[in-house]
C-alpha cells in the first residue's frame, strides 16, 4: 500500500459556497474520514481530477493573482496558488474561496513557503500553519507543507491542519544539488502524506536519471512528484512522468517561474507533448554549450509531431562528455544533435562514423542503431554544400571561407570536394594554414581581401550573432563577389546579410543552412522524409518572435 493512503474515496460534493464554514469532516470534496478520525480529500479523487501539469500561479496582489488564475484555469484545471508572493495571504482567501466555488472543475494547491525552505514567506511557522488552514477551508483541495515545517509541528497541530479537509503533500527542496533522495523520503513517510514531492537541483545531466531512478524505486510506495531543477533539469521535467512523477510543475508564462528551469506549461503541452510521453517515446536532443537557447527542440519537436512520430526532443546542456555519455546511456537516447564544443571530440566515443565526418574530423549527428550501437555523421556539410549548389555551379568557383573553426572545417572540406576553389581566412592564421593544407585550399591575408573578386563570400565565424559584442568582420567594400552567405541564423538579417544586400548582392541565410542541417538530422534518426517548409516556418516565425522581444 502507499504511504499516506489514508482514506478510500468518498461520495464527490461541490466544495461549500463562500461564508458556509469549512469543509471540516463533512465528506465533502472527495473527502473521507480516516481510521484515525481526520478528514482529508481522497487521493483517488484528487488523482482522477487532475491532468499532468500544475501550474504555479503568483501575483503581487489578490487581485492580480485570481486574475492570473482566471486566465490559467481556461487551458489547465490544475492550479498551485503561491500565497508566499503576496504581502498577506489571509486577505487573498475569501476570493479564493469564490474563485473555487465558482469553477467546480478546478483543482488547488495551496502553498505558504517559507522564506527560509525557498519561498517568499517572511512570517513564522505558526503564521504559515495558519494560513494552510484556511485555505484548505477556502476550497484548496491540496495544502503543500514543506517537510522542514511538518518536522517542526506539534501532532496535534499536524492533525488541526488535516481535519480542514486538503490532501497533505510534504514536500522537500534542494536548491544546490541532487542527493540523498531516498533518505529525504525516509523522513517524510512517517506524515504519511497523500502526496510526496522532492525536488532537487541538476548539476549535471546525469543528476535527471538520479531523479528518474529514485522515481522508478519508490514510484510503488507513495504518490510521488520528483523533479530536479535548473537548466540541467530539463529532462527530468519532460520525463519524469513516465518514471513515475504523478504530475509535474510548469510556470503560467515565462519570465513567471516559482522555480529554476520551471518551463511554461503551454511549451511543455504543445512544444514537449508530455501528455502523450509513454514507455515507447524515443527520446532526442542537442548536446552542447550553450543550448538553453537553441531553436533545434522547437524544430524537431514539430517535425515529430507533423509527421506522428512518438519522439521528444531535448536540450542537453553540459560542458562534459563523459556526463552526456552517461545521459545517453541510462535514459537511453536514440539520437544527438551535436553542437560545440564536442563535435570533434564525440567522435572516438562512436561505433563508427560516415567517411566525411572522419575527414573533417567533426560529426554533429549520432544515432543509435538496431544494434544499440552509436553511428555518426555530419549534416553540416550537406547544408552549406546544397544551397549554394542550388544558386551556383560549385566546380572552379572562387570561394572566401571566413573562419576555421567547426563550420569554417564543414564549408572547407565540403565546398573543395565539389571542385571550388576554397581560400581560407582566419583570425588565428595558424589554424587557416592547417585546414588549408588538409582541406587542399588556399589561405589569404585580411589586406587582400578587398583587392581579390569571389563567386562566394561565406562567413563561418560568431560574428554578426546575436548578443556578440562585434558587428562586422568586412566593410562594404570588401564584398567583392556574387554571392554572400552567412552561417549564423539567429539574427536572420546579420549586419552582414544587411550590407550585402545594401549592396544589391544575393544572399544565403544561415537559417537555411540551419533547417537544412536539422531536416537531414530528421531523415537520418526517424527514417522519414522531413516536413522541410514546416520546419522552416517554425525557426523563421521564432527568431521572428525573438527579434520584436528585443
Ligand atoms: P567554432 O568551432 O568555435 O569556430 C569559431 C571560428 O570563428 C574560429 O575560426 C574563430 O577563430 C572564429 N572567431 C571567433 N570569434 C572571432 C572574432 N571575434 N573575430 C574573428 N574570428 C572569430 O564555431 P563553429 O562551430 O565553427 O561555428 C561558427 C559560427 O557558425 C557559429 O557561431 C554559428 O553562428 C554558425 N553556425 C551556423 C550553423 C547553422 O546551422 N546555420 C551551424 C553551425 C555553425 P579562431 O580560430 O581565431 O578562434
Not at 141 to 159: G, I, S
Not at 202 to 213: G, W
Not at 271 to 283: H, Y
Not at 288 to 299: A, C
Request: net charge positive.
Amino acid at each position: 500500500m502507499k504511504a499516506g493512503l489514508v482514506a478510500e474515496p468518498a461520495p464527490v460534493k461541490r466544495p461549500t459556497p463562500p461564508g458556509a464554514g469549512n469543509r471540516g469532516s463533512s465528506a465533502s470534496n472527495g473527502s473521507s474520514v480516516s481510521d484515525r478520525g481526520v478528514a482529508v480529500t481522497s487521493t483517488h479523487f484528487i488523482r482522477s481530477r487532475i491532468g499532468k501539469i500544475c501550474v504555479a500561479i503568483t501575483g503581487s496582489s489578490p487581485a492580480e493573482m485570481l486574475g492570473n488564475a482566471e486566465q490559467i484555469v481556461r487551458e489547465n484545471h490544475f492550479v498551485e496558488f503561491r500565497l508566499d508572493y503576496l504581502a498577506n495571504p489571509v486577505a487573498a482567501l475569501p476570493k479564493l474561496k469564490q474563485f473555487l466555488y465558482e469553477r467546480s472543475e478546478v483543482t488547488a494547491i495551496g502553498t505558504c513557503r517559507r522564506a527560509a525552505t525557498g519561498g517568499k514567506f517572511k512570517g513564522t511557522i505558526a503564521a504559515e500553519l495558519e494560513i494552510l488552514e484556511k485555505a484548505a477551508q477556502a476550497g484548496c483541495h491540496l495544502v503543500d507543507v514543506e517537510l522542514q515545517t511538518a518536522e517542526h509541528l506539534k501532532p496535534a497541530q499536524l492533525r488541526k491542519l488535516r481535519e480542514q479537509g486538503a490532501a497533505l503533500i510534504v514536500s522537500w527542496h534542494d536548491f544546490e544539488a541532487t542527493r540523498d533522495l531516498d533518505a529525504i523520503f525516509e523522513r517524510i513517510k512517517p506524515f504519511q502524506p497523500e502526496f510526496v514531492k522532492i525536488v532537487s537541483t541538476a548539476k549535471t545531466l546525469s543528476d535527471n536519471v538520479t531523479m528518474m531512478r529514485f522515481l522508478d524505486r519508490r514510484r510503488d510506495e507513495a504518490n510521488l512528484i520528483g523533479i530536479s531543477m535548473g537548466d540541467q533539469g530539463t529532462i527530468s521535467r519532460v520525463l519524469g512522468l513516465r518514471a513515475g512523477s504523478v504530475f509535474t510543475f510548469a510556470s503560467a508564462h515565462a519570465g513567471k517561474e516559482t522555480g529554476p528551469g520551471q518551463i511554461e506549461a503551454r511549451t511543455l503541452r504543445e512544444t514537449w507533448r508530455i501528455d502523450q510521453i509513454d514507455a515507447s517515446t524515443k527520446v532526442y536532443g542537442v548536446a552542447g554549450n550553450p543550448v538553453r537557447h537553441s531553436l533545434s527542440p522547437l524544430m524537431q519537436n514539430m517535425a515529430f509531431r507533423r509527421e506522428t512520430v512518438n519522439a521528444v526532443f531535448l536540450p542537453l546542456q553540459t560542458t562534459r562528455m563523459n556526463d552526456l555519455l552517461t545521459l545517453t546511456r541510462e535514459v537511453p537516447l536514440h539520437g544527438l544533435a551535436i553542437t560545440m564544443p564536442f563535435k570533434s571530440e564525440i567522435i572516438r566515443h562512436l561505433e563508427k562514423t560516415d567517411a566525411l565526418s572522419e575527414k573533417i574530423g567533426a560529426c554533429n549527428t549520432v544515432v543509435r542503431a538496431q544494434d544499440g550501437k552509436l553511428y555518426g555523421f555530419n549534416t553540416d556539410v550537406a547544408a552549406i554544400v546544397r544551397p549554394l549548389e542550388r544558386r551556383l555551379p560549385l566546380n572552379r568557383a572562387r570561394i572566401l571561407v571566413l573562419g576555421a573553426g567547426g563550420a569554417g572545417r564543414a564549408a572547407a572540406f565540403g565546398l573543395a570536394e565539389k571542385g571550388a576553389e576554397v581560400v581560407i581566412w582566419n583570425r588565428t592564421p595558424e589554424t587557416a594554414k592547417k585546414l588549408a593544407r588538409q582541406a587542399k585550399a588556399k589561405t589569404i591575408r585580411r589586406e587582400q581581401i578587398a583587392k581579390t573578386s569571389f563567386d562566394v563570400i561565406l562567413n563561418a565565424t560568431p560574428i554578426g550573432m546575436r548578443g556578440n559584442k562585434a558587428t562586422s568582420l568586412l566593410e562594404p567594400k570588401e564584398l567583392n563577389t556574387r554571392l554572400v552567405f552567412d552561417l549564423v541564423y539567429n539574427p536572420i538579417d546579420t549586419p552582414l546579410i544587411r550590407m550585402a544586400r545594401e549592396k544589391g548582392l544575393p544572399v544565403v541565410t544561415g537559417v537555411e543552412m540551419f533547417v537544412h542541417q536539422g531536416a537531414r538530422q530528421f531523415e537520418i534518426w526517424t527514417g522519414k522524409p522531413a516536413p522541410e517548409e514546416e520546419m522552416l516556418r517554425v525557426v523563421v516565425h521564432a527568431l521572428r518572435q525573438e527579434k520584436d522581444k528585443s
